[in-house]
């Protein structure tokens, strides 16, 4: 039986069940899967030297003899050492194998090997430890540069080595060519085979980079081909005309809108004016003042006769909107409901059977306004809030759920995303940037302290509710079991524990609160009304506050164990307080002693730019950490770099949404395989694709 790319692994000698069940696990079935298993880094072992000769400072492959039979010493329990004696040329080397007694048999006397590793030395000696090596002239891990890949218990890099460099060597002819010729030629990019052989056993450095290169190319481009598809759809679908006028609603505003929030309801507008479905988002920092936008889309929609639907991350938050909404838009008649989890009972009933009778106009909830059940007399537009969790995927099942109108859509960010990945994430939606803070507002000032200046910290504190302001403590958790893996000398502050200390002993003369996740909404919203009625000094949170809170009486932010958030959490975190006419400070508390942690929050105390802090915490961290895991909802990239491949990212974009143009429904002859790969890609949401 020749082998395909369909060959299953466990066909394979060496491979029986039980490992064939591990591979499973890294999701490899089949030597088509083995090809699609990209190594992680590479180790180059092409340079061979004499014993002599051999760098200190790296590994080389060094070929010599084993001049004496191995011999095993056993130091005490659980350790043991294989000792090798060989010599080349211009030398002998000792080698050491620790816990390895099995190369006592594997390595003969009067053999030649090529082991690899780092050569010492000690006076005249030469010395190894644990190298790799294998018999002169069978070398398959040695004398190349060998792909190191991602693995999993049970599952040696060896094996994986194996099995792609047989899917490299028996499945690549013939396979097909996805990317069409013209579009390789314009964008110098090399064929599917080279890309798939030298990536996994590169010729050397330069072949390698160029199969990266094209292989980065084609992921971007059936990606962004996919977007640019959903784009289109969109676009071509059917949307409610309604009628916004700017100036009409900004006269119920508290205060005049700032150039930026006329601008993006200016594009809502045009866009709602249109008669297709609008795709928008609003992306603008922290109290930029977004809310304002929402609601002007909210009033436009309950002026022409249709529904909003406003989604939000959390119950906290969407109390917190629906009474701003409510306090907005009642005197301008706009009907307005709140719908949550822990909206229950006949509360709920009366809730829904409003809705359907089209008795509510704007409905502000969590992610329970789309679950079954709820239906909508005439939903016109959707907004979702602080949500770079409304990805791709919701957006499509919404288009789904609705009839032939689609809803208009609004996504507004205030996590503000590297350019590059919104270019993904939202890369089908039009953009509105909202630069521009209301007036009068003063830069956060940001300080990190050690535990050693605890006490200045509380000092602090009491000096800013003896000024009439509010503070927020926020800690990293709830006390739970291993949530966090501690480090040595560090003290978690769990919420609960730490508010009573702080409560009774630290600030008994205050009004201290409490909120954490994992309370009951109605308790979360008592104390949260509490704070923001002002009968509460100091509020001890989790990240439950993290979006969108809004209490412009707190000055001071206090973020204990500030080394374990996100650089972009902290950056929202720290939106809460600058949010009035007070001066602010945000004070980050760690005991953390790691320089680069104080390094990382020390970027934070230097700027406000909820931009800049973004891209640096996409480079710290990646973009998997960024969202956490898949919270996008997009398909998982297997080659590219959101950070480091932008350049690359642009240019497939911009050759796929050219692509599109010319073959929307990629129908041609040429593009069946990218069209068949594209759905591949989509596959978790092929809804999308229907
Ligand atoms: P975001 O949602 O963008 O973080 P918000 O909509 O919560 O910001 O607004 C932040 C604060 O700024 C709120 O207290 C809001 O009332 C206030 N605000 C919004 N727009 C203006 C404006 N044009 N002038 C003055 N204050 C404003
Ligand atoms: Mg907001």
């Not at 509460?536 to 958030?565: H, K, Q, W, Y």
Request: with cysteine.
């Amino acid at each position: 039986m020749p082998l395909t790319r369909d060959t299953p692994l466990t066909d394979l000698p060496g491979v029986g069940p039980a490992r064939g069940k591990k591979l499973e696990k890294l999701g490899l079935r089949t030597l088509g899967d083995a090809l699609e298993h990209l190594p992680q880094r590479y180790e180059d072992r092409r340079e061979c030297c004499a014993l002599r000769d051999a760098p200190r400072d790296r590994p080389c492959c060094v070929s010599a003899m084993v001049a004496e039979t191995p011999r095993v010493s056993y130091i005490r329990r659980g350790l043991s050492l294989v000792k090798v004696k060989a010599v080349d040329g211009t030398g002998t080397v000792y080698i050491t194998f620790f816990n390895q007694d099995y190369i006592r048999e594997a390595v003969r006397r009067g053999e030649s090997y090529i082991f690899y590793g780092t050569v010492e030395r000690q006076g005249n000696l030469f010395l190894m430890t644990n190298p790799v090596f294998e018999r002169e002239g069978t070398a398959r891990t040695t004398g190349l540069i060998m792909p190191v890949y991602p693995l999993t218990t049970g599952i040696s890099n060896n094996l994986i080595a194996g099995l792609t460099r047989r899917a490299a060597d028996s499945c690549l002819d013939g396979l097909p060519e996805i990317l069409p010729a013209g579009l390789r030629r314009e964008h110098k990019l090399c064929q599917t085979q080279f890309a798939r052989k030298n990536i996994h056993y590169p010729a050397d450095f330069e072949a390698l980079a160029i199969a990266r290169r094209r292989l980065v190319f084609e992921e971007l481009f059936v990606l962004t081909c996919g977007l640019a598809q959903l784009k289109d759809r969109r676009a071509a679908g059917a949307g409610r005309v309604m009628e916004g006028d700017v100036e009409k609603f900004a006269a119920l505003l508290p205060f005049p809108p700032t150039g930026a929030q006329r601008r993006a309801m200016e594009d809502m507008a045009a866009d709602l004016r249109l008669g297709r479905a609008m795709n928008r988002l609003v992306q603008g920092d922290v109290g930029s003042g977004k809310t304002a936008v929402a609601a002007f889309g909210a009033w436009a929609a309950a002026k022409n006769g249709a529904q909003c639907a406003l989604m939000v991350p959390t119950e906290l938050l969407a109390e917190q909107h629906a009474r701003t909404m409510e306090a907005l838009l009642s005197p301008a008649g706009v009907r307005v409901g709140l719908l949550t989890g822990s909206v229950k009972g006949t509360e709920k009933k009366a809730l829904l059977s409003a809705l359907a009778a089209g008795e509510i106009d704007l409905v502000v909830g969590t992610h329970a306004l789309f679950s079954q059940g709820v239906e909508y007399k005439e939903l016109g537009l959707v907004i979702a809030d602080e949500q770079h969790r409304f990805g791709v995927a919701q957006r499509g099942a919404l288009a789904e759920k609705s009839g032939a109108v689609l809803p208009h859509i609004l996504v507004m960010s205030a996590t503000p995303i590297p350019r590059t990945l919104a270019l993904i994430i939202y890369g089908d939606l039009d953009v509105s940037v909202m630069d521009e803070l209301p007036p009068g507002r003063t830069p956060v000032d940001t300080f990190l302290v050690g535990e050693d200046k605890r006490a200045r910290m509380y000092g602090f504190v009491r000096k800013q509710v003896s000024e009439g302001r509010q503070v927020y403590i926020v800690c990293p958790a709830v006390e739970e079991n291993g949530g966090w893996e501690d480090g040595p000398g560090m003290d978690l502050k769990a919420v609960t524990a730490y508010a009573g200390e702080l409560r009774e002993r630290v600030f008994p003369e205050l009004r201290v609160g409490f909120v954490h996740g994992r309370m009951k909404a109605r308790e979360k919203e008592d104390v949260m009304g509490a704070f923001h009625r002002g009968e509460l000094d100091v509020l001890v949170s989790t990240t439950v506050i993290e979006v969108g809170v809004d209490v412009p009486n707190a000055s001071l932010m206090v973020i204990e164990n500030a080394e374990r958030f996100g650089l972009s959490q902290l950056h929202q975190l720290r939106g809460r307080v600058g949010r009035g006419k007070h001066k602010s400070y945000c004070v980050l508390v760690t005991a953390s002693r790691s320089e680069t942690a104080r390094e990382r929050l020390r970027a934070l105390c230097a700027t406000n730019d909820g931009f800049q802090i973004a891209e640096e915490d996409l480079r710290l961290r990646g973009p998997g950490d960024f969202f956490g895991k898949r919270q996008h909802g997009l398909p998982q990239l297997k080659v590219a770099d959101f950070a480091a491949d932008m350049e690359l990212l642009k240019e497939a974009r911009e050759a796929a949404q050219a692509l599109v143009a010319a073959d929307p429904e990629l129908k041609r002859p040429a593009h069946r395989l990218l069209r068949k790969k594209v759905r591949e890609l989509f596959q978790d949401n092929a809804e999308l694709f229907n």
